[in-house]
């Protein structure tokens, strides 16, 4: 099981079990096959593990359709991070199979955030506006490098 996708409620009961009762010599899924052992059939208990393989892809794809466009002509190509060109390429790059996270879904992510913090930014933003020293200095930086 994936911890995210777990009630840590769970979670605590759980370890406090494994503190109380020594689990080694069994299963890494025993608690939870004789939990469910009256809900589920014995051939869904006992199957071998079946992996799962997500979208990713298409998820991209459409993030990519949806809100590409803001990345021509937004926030970073308007401070120099981007130009044209590359921001033009980055809205419209395919995903690729096997890349772990597009380039492109990384600048929307960066043009996204962006567009949330010039504003604190512009506004002098301390520690009150959630804007550190050091996300200023990146900001900076980042504005004056270029693609």
């Given amino acids: 099981m ?13 370890i406090g079990l494994r503190k109380r009762c020594v689990d080694h010599r069994l299963s890494q899924n ?6 469910l052992a009256r809900d589920l059939p014995k ?4 199957r071998p593990k079946q992996g799962f393989t997500p979208p990713v892809g298409q998820w991209y794809r459409a993030l990519r359709d949806a ?4 990345v021509e002509g937004g926030y970073l190509v308007e401070v120099g ?10 809205s419209k790059t395919a995903y690729r199979m096997g890349t772990v996270t597009p380039l492109s879904f990384k600048a929307l992510v960066l043009e996204t955030w962006c567009r949330q913090m010039a504003p604190i930014a512009a506004a002098g933003g301390g ?6 020293t050091a996300d200023r200095r990146r900001m900076s930086q980042a504005s004056h490098s270029r693609l």
Avoid: I
């Fill in 30 to 35: 025993s608690w939870l096959k004789q939990a």
């Fill in 67 to 70: 809100h590409g466009g803001n």
């Fill in 81 to 90: 991070v981007f130009s044209p060109e590359a921001a033009r390429t980055l």
């Fill in 127 to 132: 520690a009150e506006s959630g804007l550190t």
């Fill in 2 to 14: 994936r911890l995210p996708l777990l009630d840590y409620r769970l979670v605590e009961t759980v």
């Fill in 43 to 46: 051939e869904v208990l006992n």
